[in-house]
T-cell receptor, first 114, second 110 residues
Framework: SAVISQKPSRDICQRGTSLTIQCQVD?????MFWYRQQPGQSLTLIAT?????????ESGFVIDKFPISRPNLTFSTLTVSNMSPEDSSIYLC???????????FGPGTRLTVT | EDQVTQSPEALRLQEGESSSLNCSYT??????LFWYRQDPGKGPEFLFT???AGEEKEKERLKATLTKKESFLHITAPKPEDSATYLC???????????FGQGTRLTINP
């Protein structure tokens, strides 16, 4: 399995501002995934980030709202732009284990928008 | 559209009282079915992957089974530390995306 860290672990932000969440993995991985978990809900995939190419977004998520960077094989960022209270969620990054389809998750970033 | 439904939403058991959690799914060709445990304020912790009907996997007090339409997570003689939300997810053939169910919130009373 991979060891994944996220920064920040939590934040409280004002409406209209942006927050960038960082995800660091202890090994090189091809794909990194960003999920959202809204209060009381399950996880929904936002986008898949491959190093060296544009992120692929799921239906209902757009690059202008959730820009993603993937500068190398161990790091990615997700920005939540022009935030509203509806963006209050836990944001999680995940990676596939080496040679498997299993995904391992980071600890999450708990975002509250006021 | 791929879908996952978990039942029950919540389950309270006494310590030592065995039970099962259900995960029903529809998917356009199953690559894998995954079980995770999630503690409050933490990310999901990987438990099992099942790939084909009839497959079973065990870990301590947990045993996961798979049929063509559903998966069960059996918990035998649970302890309070098994209290958590258990998530089921499917991955369709040719896809990397995991589609999650709503989870079962399990509470084990001492």
């Amino acid at each position: 399995s991979a060891v994944i860290s996220q920064k920040p672990s939590r934040d409280i932000c004002q409406r209209g501002t942006s927050l960038t969440i960082q995800c660091q993995v202890d090994s090189q991985v091809t794909m990194m995934f960003w999920y959202r978990q809204q209060p009381g809900q399950s996880l929904t995939l936002i986008a898949t980030a491959n190093q060296g190419s544009e992120a692929t977004y799921e239906s209902g998520f757009v690059i202008d709202k959730f820009p993603i960077s993937r500068p190398n094989l161990t790091f990615s960022t997700l920005t939540v732009s022009n935030m509203s209270p509806e963006d209050s969620s836990i944001y999680l990054c995940s990676v596939e284990g080496p040679g498997s389809y299993e995904q391992y998750f980071g600890p999450g970033t708990r975002l509250t928008v006021t | 559209e791929d879908q996952v439904t978990q039942s029950p939403e919540a389950l309270r058991l006494q310590e030592g009282e065995s039970s099962s959690l259900n995960c029903s799914y529809t998917v356009s060709g199953l690559r894998g079915l995954f079980w995770y445990r999630q503690d409050p304020g933490k990310g999901p912790e990987f438990l099992f992957t099942l790939y084909s009907a009839g497959e079973e996997k065990e870990k301590e007090r947990l045993k996961a089974t798979l049929t063509k339409k559903e998966s069960f997570l059996h918990i035998t003689a649970p302890k309070p530390e098994d209290s958590a939300t258990y998530l089921c997810a499917v991955q369709a053939a040719g896809a990397q995306k995991l589609v999650f169910g709503q989870g079962t919130r399990l509470t084990i009373n001492p």
